[in-house]
């Protein structure tokens, strides 16, 4: 069975860091590119980013240039969003998916991780 | 790279057909035959229903279908259930340097 399996609930201050993860098994972890997914309290979804883990060759949405760095690990199977410096407008919850192939098509979700930044 | 326009709401009563239209550019939706949907209950991750404009990824239902006609690409749910009741996205490959744009989000209601 193919899974994503995203890490926990993060609660943080302004201009902390911050790295989650997204744990992919049962498949090949180099065959598929990984997307990230912001959704924002009440609000719908906003494509970040995507991640080509056989050659860890990114793509970001220009909104999100600059802001995050995705990342991946072949040897845990693993897909990492990461900030820096966090703000408050960062508080959303964080979806990672398999692309069905290099046009999209997101067939696999984790079950996402909310991320609250607050001081 | 502005969202795709989704209407805020549709509805229809069980066994009714309800359509979701996504309007885009010839830089997305009319670009490319690569517009995908997703069903999303509260609480709840997305999950893919349509992909390519049309096809249905294995374990969703026929009673969802896709179409495209220029810039515009819709979601047809045949045969309302109580179970459709979620928030619809679309969502398109955007080209080299936007890459993907996700609709604005459609509420569906079972009356």
């Known amino acids: 069975e193919v899974q994503l399996v995203q890490s926990g609930a993060e609660v943080k201050k302004p201009g902390e860091s911050l790295t989650i993860s997204c744990k992919t098994s049962g498949y090949t972890f180099s065959s598929f590119w990984i997307s990230w997914v912001r959704q924002m309290p009440g609000k719908g979804l906003e494509w970040m980013g995507r991640i080509n883990p056989s050659d860890s060759f990114t793509n970001y949405s220009p909104s999100f240039q600059g802001h995050v760095t995705i990342s991946a690990d072949k040897s845990s199977t693993t897909a990492y969003l990461q900030w820096s410096s966090l703000k408050t407008s960062d508080t959303a919850i964080y979806y990672c998916?398999?692309?069905?192939?290099?046009?999209?098509?997101?067939?696999?979700w984790g079950q996402g991780t909310t991320v609250a930044v607050s001081s | 790279q502005s969202a795709l326009t989704q209407p805020p709401s549709a509805s229809g009563s069980p066994g009714q057909s309800v359509t979701i239209s996504c309007t885009g550019t010839t830089s997305d939706v009319g670009g490319y035959n690569f517009v995908s949907w997703y069903q999303q209950y509260p609480g709840k991750a997305p999950r893919l229903m349509i992909y390519e404009v049309s096809k249905r990824p294995s374990g969703v239902p026929d009673r969802f279908s896709g179409s495209k006609s220029g810039n515009t690409a819709s979601l047809t749910v045949s045969g309302l259930q109580a179970e459709d009741e979620a928030d619809y996205y679309c969502g398109s490959y955007a080209g080299s340097s936007t890459f993907y744009v996700f609709g604005t989000g459609t509420k569906v209601t079972v009356l």
């Open positions: 998916a398999r692309n069905l192939d290099y046009y999209f098509g997101m067939d696999v």
